[in-house]
């Protein structure tokens, strides 16, 4: 386990990067913001790259993907790639196109289910928004990110009082009609300015203020609602994050710092990949999700130097790299325990866990647990197990699904959680510096420890 010390500084640097990140858009600005710092060059996809050993580099796709890549010192075309794959949305609730409601004299906000969130637990909860806007000047259209810094929503319960005892015990809930927030009463709203259009005109002015223009230059918005509380250390012995969002922005974080902290970047024959994509949380099929042939075209371009003839380096690389799909894993919880297979029952502080499923939910297998466990004890990190109950459903990840589009060996696994899914998330503050560890051991070694296996 990491210094008690450390691993409070990692998790303070972890919640910085998740409260500063609302929505996928502002997970990437964030990324690209630490990259920069770090040397990292920004590149356009739709220009051509002049890559050379030891350059930093990074791209964005519709700004909620990136991708960022340090190449080898001793990399020549052909070599492989070490690639480390999270992703940077979460379940939340998003602004519908038309989402100007009036309900009983409250104002509403349409806002439609993203992903597989545990819902009940945005009730009564106070609600901020974030995402991106798109503002029209005279040069053009142009995307602001915004981020309101104060609660403007809230999802009321209904009084026990007013509760069949039926639906207190199950908590049920038409998430069309009862999953909606308010954000104002008619009585108040209509003294500030009459609602028109798609939406409430006092959300509209609302985000031209934070943005500093004029609200008829507001064109449209990709809106995200957020809990306004940050996140915070808790527990006794300080041994626990309470924060929003750690599935999946803690293993986005972690391979962020892990990439800018890896060394021996001279040495390494390998080009060292970042890959955060958006849209893992609806299956990833978009232009910028992982089931896109964006990696591939990526991996094509690195393969091949500048005007060099078409040839089979891709090819020839595919076999030399691998993949870590890095995404959170299901520690075991107090209260249901039961619900673990009892061999695998992950621990808080336990480290990283190797998650494992003979279906391919999981894209592990011997050869990649073996490679992960080399890295893990290069870098002195512990390692867990994870698969789930015969009677029990599994999760997936980009894992999966990047391994069957480019044929590349993985390993899935991740940092143990209790609540996922849920508007508030739990971790062990010590799982953010055993991650950061891995993952760097991971782009260190895996160059040198891949030509020790012997097995194609």
């Not at 949305?89 to 992903?115: F, H």
């Not at 990439?259 to 978009?286: C, K, M, P, W, Y």
């Not at 799982?431 to 097995?455: C, E, H, M, R």
Request: contains cysteine; charged residues 20%.
């Amino acid at each position: 386990m990491a210094a008690a010390a450390d691993s409070l500084s990692r998790a303070r640097q972890l919640l910085a990067f998740i409260d500063a990140s609302p929505s996928p858009f502002h997970a990437v600005h964030e990324a690209k913001t630490r990259l920069l710092a770090a040397g990292y060059q920004e590149l356009k996809e739709r220009d051509p790259w002049a890559l050379v050993p030891l350059g930093k580099y990074f791209f964005t796709r519709n700004h909620s993907t990136i991708i960022a890549f340090a190449v080898g010192g001793k990399f020549q075309a052909g070599n492989g790639f070490s690639i480390l794959g999270a992703h940077t949305d979460s379940p939340c609730l998003r602004i519908k196109p038309s989402s100007c409601l009036t309900k009983s004299g409250y104002l509403a906000v349409g806002v439609e289910p993203y992903g597989g969130g545990l819902w009940h637990t945005w009730f009564d909860r106070d609600l901020t928004i974030g995402g991106r806007v798109l503002v029209s000047d005279d040069k053009g259209l142009s995307q602001k990110l915004v981020h309101v810094d104060r609660p403007i929503m809230r999802i009321p319960n209904l009084a026990i009082h007013l509760t069949p005892a039926e639906e207190r015990g199950a908590f049920k809930f038409n998430k069309e009609t009862e999953l909606v927030p308010v954000i104002a009463t008619t009585v108040k709203a209509s003294l500030e300015k009459p609602a028109e259009g798609k939406h409430h005109a006092i959300l509209i002015d609302l985000l031209a203020k934070e943005l500093g223009v004029e609200s008829a230059n507001i064109k449209d918005f990709e809106l995200c609602l957020a809990d306004f509380a940050r996140g915070a250390i808790g527990g006794i012995t300080e041994e626990f994050i309470f924060s929003p969002r750690l599935d999946n922005l803690m293993s986005s974080f972690c391979g962020l710092q892990a990439l800018i902290e890896a060394e021996q970047l001279d040495e390494d024959e390998n080009t060292r990949v970042l890959a955060l994509f958006d849209h893992e949380e609806v299956g990833s099929e978009s232009a910028q999700g992982a089931a896109s042939a964006l990696t591939e075209y990526v991996l094509r371009r690195l393969s091949t130097p500048k005007d060099a003839p078409i040839g089979t380096l891709f090819e020839q690389a595919i076999p030399k790299s691998m993949l870590i799909s890095a995404d959170m894993a299901h520690g075991v919880h107090p209260n249901y325990s039961e619900k673990h297979e009892s061999q695998h029952r992950p621990s808080l502080h336990g480290g990283p866990v190797i998650k494992f499923n003979t279906n391919q939910r999981y894209a592990t297998n011997a050869v990649t647990a073996a490679l992960l466990r080399e890295f893990a004890a290069r870098g002195g990190v512990p390692v867990q197990d994870f698969v789930v109950r015969n009677d029990s459903p599994c999760g997936s990840t980009i894992g999966p699904i990047m391994s069957a589009r480019l044929g590349m060996r993985t390993v899935d696994v991740g940092n143990p959680q209790l609540s996922m899914h849920s508007i508030r998330e739990m971790c062990g503050t010590s799982s953010v510096g055993q991650a950061i560890d891995l993952f760097k051991s991971y782009f260190v070694n895996f160059a040198a420890v891949d030509k020790t296996i012997n097995i194609d």
